[in-house]
């Protein structure tokens, strides 16, 4: 190259007022072969970094929502009507050191006098900008040492002055932020920011602490590139005014296509922090170039892109184009498959294996040269005119680079090389800017994909043509991969107009938590063909039935769980997905005392002669207590009546819902031994919790439903296997093939709300890499959330008390018999009940096993949890739109329930039908109803009980 530098520039010198003395950068392009990269470190004054980088819009609140969306940034800052500033609001966004502003002009017409803008703005000129660019970047915002000496050195050396210096302090810690702009180039500014305010972006603008944290990766401006007439005079500009050096050129010959060209220069600070490629056309080829388009578009000079880097870019990827579809940002065309086939040729071994398949996977373009790797992708214009949009890379720098492509992998060294240089990892020494280069080896895929798309923006339309997005069969055939933007090839595109017309948009659903009830609901709103997702915590949803296998193979979950008589739900959800029966029989189950004695059995009561609900539970069990006796036994009756009287009158349910089990059944003068053997163990195993911490009128409506309204609500049986895989895995298959989404390691973290009262969307994070998505949706259904505590209704629901759980499975190296399958232990530590099974008679995946195999689960297990492993084997032997569900047969009609809640608010599709519990019989019926027409009379009469 020539670059004839005066040599008080060359070396740094400073002139008498602290900049460099006067020079005239000569230049004449040599291209990328003949450039030699030399940092005079010639700057005027000191620069450090990008600052921020300012958008102006039409709409500031939306397309800063469309941007923190599809980007993954956080909205930290804003300043409008709502913060007293009546010129204009602006939103801003950030994710690391990557801060972006949208700015929009409110009404010329309104009353000003008491706005108080955090700077000076002029609307008209606002507009002016808009008419004439669009959306498009108004400012670069820069650090310096000090932004009113940075203002006064580069307008003395001939930078054009658009704002002059102005102080502002933010008022809570006293601290300030000085700022001055030139001109960059057309109506784009390049802005001077100094000063110790360290609140978001500048003083003035209110601060969102609240807001939710949302990150994709991304982590600073790289660089920004710029477009002009004239390429020359340009930089010649830029190096006058601001002292900065050439980084990097390339003419028509490097990146050009057959059809069309451009000229680049890279211009930088002394850091090399702070990158400005600059391109001008080249005239006189088959096409126009894509950069004379861009000046035709953008009615002049200005930015056309901004380099987005991130540390992860396949990370970052997965989650930005998750998010193409549904108002994020789309891609330029992928590269051919004969780009990925010759790519190891030009970049050696520089990248593993493994990110070899993820970049062909994503469609990354890949680029080096002698100080490291780039990675890079480019979206499609960002708003409707072919002009700005953004790229996204990550440049792996120096030592890592050079030391995998030292050599091709041996075997000796095969799994160092696939581990690195891996994405994500710092690079070694420090990375150096624009390391990797620009991407001189993708220009001409990159351009082709440019003058391609601008094809489609035409000025001139002799006929119509229309897009359809495709149908959701062809969707689905084409495995959710199909894009609108693909969905029909245009002949001549330049001769016609397009349109699109989209088809009917699918109501968004999110349903958070994956039992029970998250995939009943689920289910249900698949069907009727909603756009459904769930979001579950744990990699494998599923709530406490997720099962997993040991490394030695076996089936585990936590607990085994019982389907009861009532069940009807779950048997016929299980019937309509035609999958293979998965229960056992019913099956007796024994009740054992602390001394090892058994106390009673509960039969099969379904096999037996079927008498009246309560006495067909005393006939035909009244042989089987071994060690109750029947006065102790008898001494239970009375307590019977509490189940006929919740719900007789106003506050009923509420004046049980006071006291505790224990203290009603003192109240019924239950024996200690009945207490002791039965109720209390019973309720151990079932409500996971003493009777001195159960609510009575739970206790009631448990005991009632599960054992007392019919003779056979206590026949349990159980799956032959984990819940997991033969009965979840086939469940959520069909979920799937019906449109349904499931994403396991998400948890919510964040939820965003409206003015009226309505959730607008929920934010996750990935609970393996920490990154969050915002998750849009016009109905939402959760099970318990920690998120939820911000609002009282559900704060009180978590301040119930937790329950600890123990559940072991032992593998005895001999066969042993149990005398039932299925018992509960009474009284087996303090205050903690449990339970024990025999699985090598219960699940047929043991019943090959040359020893028993048991489990045992413990419920209330406090006491327990700081046992060792060995101990314990040894011990063995207000939201409108938000609707929420439980966690089993409850769980799943609860999901059911909350579904046809966002059914009937949305108005798509029919209602689930819930299977209702067998009804009460006549006796109980008329014996409620009798205690009923009383306890109403009573309390009609005005007579009011002196006792508590």
């Given at each position: 190259m020539?670059?004839?530098?005066?040599e008080a520039?060359g070396?740094g010198?400073?002139?008498a007022?602290?900049?460099?003395?006067?020079e005239?950068?000569n230049?004449?392009?040599?291209?990328?072969?003949?450039?030699q990269?030399h940092?005079?470190?010639?700057d005027l004054f000191p620069m450090?970094?990008f600052?921020?980088?300012?958008?102006?819009?039409?709409?500031a609140t939306?397309?800063?929502?469309?941007f923190?969306?599809g980007?993954g940034?956080?909205?930290?800052?804003?300043?409008?009507?709502?913060?007293?500033?009546?010129?204009?609001a602006s939103?801003?966004?950030?994710s690391?050191?990557?801060v972006?502003a949208?700015?929009?002009?409110?009404?010329?017409?309104?009353?000003?006098?008491?706005s108080?803008?955090?700077?000076?703005?002029?609307?008209?000129?606002?507009y002016e900008?808009l008419?004439?660019h669009?959306?498009a970047?108004?400012?670069?915002?820069?650090l310096?040492d000090?932004?009113?000496e940075a203002?006064?050195?580069?307008t003395?050396?001939?930078?054009?002055?658009?704002?002059?210096?102005?102080?502002?302090?933010?008022?809570?810690?006293g601290t300030?932020c000085?700022?001055a702009?030139?001109?960059?180039?057309g109506?784009?500014v390049?802005?001077?920011v100094s000063?110790?305010?360290?609140?978001?972006f500048?003083?003035g603008y209110?601060?969102?602490?609240?807001?939710?944290?949302?990150?994709?990766?991304?982590?600073?401006?790289?660089?920004?590139?710029?477009?002009?007439?004239?390429l020359i005079?340009?930089v010649?500009?830029m190096?006058?005014?601001l002292g900065?050096?050439e980084?990097?050129?390339f003419t028509?010959e490097?990146?050009?296509?057959?059809?069309?060209?451009?000229n680049?220069?890279v211009?930088?600070?002394?850091n090399?922090?702070?990158?400005?490629p600059?391109?001008?056309?080249?005239h006189?080829?088959?096409r126009?170039?894509?950069?004379q388009?861009?000046?035709?578009?953008?009615?002049g000079?200005?930015?056309?892109?901004?380099?987005l880097?991130?540390?992860?870019?396949?990370?970052?990827m997965?989650?930005?184009?998750?998010?193409?579809?549904y108002g994020?940002?789309?891609?330029?065309?992928?590269?051919?498959a004969?780009?990925y086939?010759k790519l190891?040729?030009?970049?050696?071994?520089?990248?593993p294996?493994?990110?070899?398949?993820?970049v062909?996977?994503?469609?990354l373009?890949v680029?080096?040269?002698?100080q490291?790797v780039?990675?890079?992708i480019?979206?499609?214009p960002?708003?409707?005119?072919p002009?700005?949009?953004?790229?996204?890379?990550q440049r792996?720098?120096?030592?890592?680079?050079?030391?995998?492509?030292?050599a091709?992998?041996?075997?000796?060294?095969?799994?160092a090389?696939?581990e690195?240089?891996?994405?994500?990892?710092?690079?070694?020494?420090?990375?150096?800017g624009?390391?990797?280069g620009?991407g001189?080896?993708?220009?001409?895929?990159?351009?082709?994909?440019?003058?391609e798309?601008?094809?489609?923006?035409?000025?001139?339309?002799?006929?119509?043509?229309?897009?359809r997005?495709?149908s959701?069969?062809?969707q689905?055939?084409d495995?959710?991969?199909?894009?609108?933007?693909?969905?029909?090839?245009?002949?001549?595109?330049?001769?016609?107009?397009?349109?699109?017309?989209?088809?009917p948009?699918?109501?968004?659903?999110?349903v958070?938590?994956?039992?029970?009830?998250?995939?009943?609901?689920?289910?249900?709103?698949?069907?009727q063909?909603?756009?459904?997702?769930?979001?579950?915590?744990?990699?494998?949803?599923g709530?406490?039935?997720?099962?997993?296998?040991?490394p030695?193979?076996?089936?585990?979950?936590?607990?085994?769980?019982?389907?009861?008589?009532?069940?009807?739900?779950?048997f016929?959800m299980?019937k309509?997905?035609?999958?293979?029966?998965?229960f056992?029989?019913?099956?007796?189950s024994?009740?054992w005392g602390?001394?090892?004695k058994?106390?009673?059995?509960?039969p099969?009561?379904?096999?037996?002669?079927?008498?009246?609900a309560v006495i067909?539970?005393?006939?035909?069990?009244?042989?089987?207590?071994?060690?109750l006796?029947?006065?102790?036994?008898a001494?239970?009756?009375p307590?019977?009546?509490?189940?006929?009287?919740?719900?007789?009158?106003?506050?009923?349910?509420?004046r049980?819902?006071s006291?505790?089990?224990?203290?009603?059944?003192?109240?019924?003068n239950?024996?200690?031994a009945?207490?002791?053997?039965?109720?209390k163990?019973t309720?151990?195993v079932?409500?996971?919790?003493?009777?001195?911490?159960l609510?009575?009128?739970v206790v009631?409506?448990?005991?009632?439903?599960?054992?007392l309204?019919?003779?056979s609500?206590?026949?349990?049986?159980w799956c032959?296997?984990?819940?997991?895989e033969?009965?979840f895995?086939?469940?959520?298959?069909?979920i799937?093939?019906k449109g349904?989404k499931?994403?396991?390691?998400?948890?919510?973290s964040?939820?965003?709300?409206?003015?009226?009262?309505?959730?607008?969307?929920?934010?996750?994070?990935?609970t393996?890499t920490?990154?969050?998505?915002?998750h849009?949706?016009?109905?939402?259904?959760?099970?318990?959330?920690?998120?939820?505590g911000?609002?009282?209704?559900?704060?009180?629901?978590m301040?119930?008390?937790?329950?600890?759980?123990i559940?072991t499975?032992i593998?005895?190296d001999?066969?042993?018999?149990t005398?039932?399958?299925v018992?509960?232990?009474?009284?087996f530590?303090?205050?903690?009940?449990?339970t024990?099974?025999?699985?090598?008679?219960?699940?047929?995946e043991?019943?090959?096993e040359?020893g028993?195999?048991?489990?045992a689960?413990?419920y209330?297990?406090?006491r327990l949890l700081?046992?060792?492993d060995e101990?314990?084997?040894r011990?063995?032997?207000?939201?409108?739109?938000?609707?929420?569900?439980?966690?089993?047969?409850?769980?799943?009609?609860?999901?059911?329930?909350?579904?046809?809640?966002?059914?009937?608010r949305l108005?798509?599709?029919?209602?689930a039908?819930i299977?209702?519990v067998?009804p009460?019989?006549?006796?109980?019926?008329?014996?409620?109803?009798a205690?009923?027409?009383?306890k109403?009379?009573?309390?009609?009469s005005?007579i009011?009980?002196p006792?508590?």
């Amino acid at each position: 190259m020539v670059n004839e530098v005066a040599e008080a520039r060359g070396n740094g010198a400073a002139g008498a007022n602290g900049e460099a003395g006067a020079e005239v950068f000569n230049k004449k392009l040599v291209g990328c072969e003949g450039f030699q990269r030399h940092n005079p470190r010639s700057d005027l004054f000191p620069m450090h970094k990008f600052h921020h980088i300012e958008f102006w819009c039409g709409d500031a609140t939306n397309t800063a929502s469309r941007f923190g969306y599809g980007l993954g940034l956080t909205h930290v800052a804003k300043s409008d009507q709502s913060t007293g500033n009546h010129h204009f609001a602006s939103h801003v966004l950030q994710s690391g050191d990557l801060v972006m502003a949208f700015t929009a002009p409110y009404s010329t017409l309104t009353d000003k006098s008491d706005s108080c803008p955090p700077y000076e703005y002029n609307q008209d000129a606002a507009y002016e900008f808009l008419k004439k660019h669009g959306l498009a970047v108004r400012a670069f915002g820069i650090l310096v040492d000090d932004a009113a000496e940075a203002f006064r050195i580069s307008t003395s050396r001939g930078g054009d002055p658009v704002l002059p210096p102005w102080t502002r302090t933010d008022a809570a810690s006293g601290t300030s932020c000085t700022c001055a702009e030139i001109r960059l180039y057309g109506d784009c500014v390049l802005r001077f920011v100094s000063g110790d305010f360290q609140g978001p972006f500048l003083p003035g603008y209110q601060p969102i602490p609240d807001s939710p944290q949302v990150s994709y990766g991304l982590q600073r401006l790289d660089h920004a590139v710029g477009n002009v007439a004239e390429l020359i005079p340009q930089v010649e500009y830029m190096a006058a005014c601001l002292g900065w050096h050439e980084f990097a050129e390339f003419t028509a010959e490097d990146v050009g296509t057959v059809d069309s060209g451009l000229n680049s220069m890279v211009m930088a600070n002394n850091n090399e922090m702070i990158l400005l490629p600059v391109n001008e056309p080249t005239h006189g080829t088959k096409r126009k170039s894509q950069i004379q388009t861009f000046l035709e578009q953008n009615e002049g000079p200005g930015l056309q892109h901004m380099a987005l880097k991130t540390d992860d870019i396949v990370a970052t990827m997965r989650q930005i184009r998750a998010r193409s579809a549904y108002g994020g940002f789309d891609f330029m065309p992928r590269p051919s498959a004969d780009y990925y086939r010759k790519l190891p040729g030009r970049i050696g071994h520089a990248l593993p294996p493994q990110l070899l398949k993820d970049v062909e996977e994503l469609g990354l373009l890949v680029d080096k040269d002698d100080q490291g790797v780039l990675l890079q992708i480019f979206t499609k214009p960002l708003g409707d005119r072919p002009t700005v949009f953004f790229e996204i890379i990550q440049r792996l720098c120096t030592l890592d680079v050079q030391q995998a492509e030292a050599a091709p992998p041996t075997a000796a060294a095969a799994a160092a090389a696939q581990e690195g240089p891996r994405v994500g990892r710092a690079a070694v020494p420090a990375e150096v800017g624009g390391c990797g280069g620009f991407g001189k080896g993708n220009f001409t895929e990159l351009f082709k994909s440019i003058e391609e798309m601008q094809a489609l923006h035409v000025t001139s339309a002799p006929s119509a043509v229309t897009i359809r997005w495709p149908s959701q069969n062809q969707q689905a055939r084409d495995g959710g991969r199909a894009r609108r933007h693909s969905a029909v090839r245009l002949a001549a595109a330049s001769e016609q107009a397009v349109s699109f017309e989209p088809g009917p948009k699918k109501k968004k659903v999110l349903v958070v938590g994956g039992g029970w009830a998250g995939f009943g609901a689920i289910k249900h709103l698949a069907e009727q063909g909603y756009d459904v997702t769930l979001l579950d915590a744990a990699p494998n949803p599923g709530g406490l039935s997720a099962g997993w296998r040991t490394p030695q193979g076996r089936a585990v979950e936590a607990g085994v769980k019982g389907f009861w008589y009532q069940y009807a739900n779950i048997f016929s959800m299980v019937k309509e997905l035609g999958i293979p029966w998965p229960f056992t029989d019913f099956e007796t189950s024994g009740f054992w005392g602390s001394n090892g004695k058994l106390i009673t059995q509960a039969p099969v009561f379904s096999k037996l002669p079927r008498l009246p609900a309560v006495i067909g539970q005393f006939v035909h069990t009244a042989r089987l207590f071994d060690a109750l006796p029947l006065a102790d036994r008898a001494t239970i009756i009375p307590w019977l009546y509490s189940a006929i009287d919740l719900g007789s009158t106003p506050g009923s349910y509420e004046r049980y819902d006071s006291m505790t089990a224990l203290e009603l059944f003192r109240r019924y003068n239950i024996t200690q031994a009945a207490y002791e053997n039965f109720l209390k163990p019973t309720l151990l195993v079932g409500l996971f919790a003493p009777p001195e911490e159960l609510s009575a009128a739970v206790v009631i409506e448990t005991l009632y439903y599960y054992a007392l309204a019919h003779q056979s609500d206590f026949d349990v049986c159980w799956c032959k296997g984990s819940v997991s895989e033969l009965i979840f895995e086939p469940l959520i298959s069909s979920i799937r093939q019906k449109g349904g989404k499931i994403q396991g390691g998400r948890l919510v973290s964040g939820i965003e709300t409206n003015s009226s009262g309505d959730v607008t969307a929920l934010v996750s994070r990935d609970t393996a890499t920490g990154a969050e998505e915002r998750h849009e949706a016009d109905a939402r259904l959760v099970q318990a959330n920690p998120v939820l505590g911000q609002r009282k209704e559900f704060r009180d629901m978590m301040n119930l008390r937790s329950i600890d759980c123990i559940a072991t499975r032992i593998w005895f190296d001999r066969k042993m018999e149990t005398r039932f399958p299925v018992n509960v232990l009474a009284d087996f530590e303090q205050d903690c009940g449990a339970t024990y099974f025999n699985l090598s008679y219960l699940q047929d995946e043991y019943k090959g096993e040359p020893g028993t195999v048991i489990a045992a689960d413990f419920y209330g297990a406090s006491r327990l949890l700081p046992l060792s492993d060995e101990d314990i084997v040894r011990k063995t032997t207000s939201f409108n739109n938000l609707f929420i569900a439980g966690d089993w047969e409850r769980a799943w009609v609860s999901g059911l329930a909350a579904a046809n809640l966002a059914v009937q608010r949305l108005g798509q599709g029919r209602l689930a039908e819930i299977l209702p519990v067998e009804p009460d019989e006549p006796h109980i019926t008329a014996a409620r109803e009798a205690n009923k027409a009383l306890k109403s009379l009573i309390y009609n009469s005005g007579i009011k009980s002196p006792f508590l």
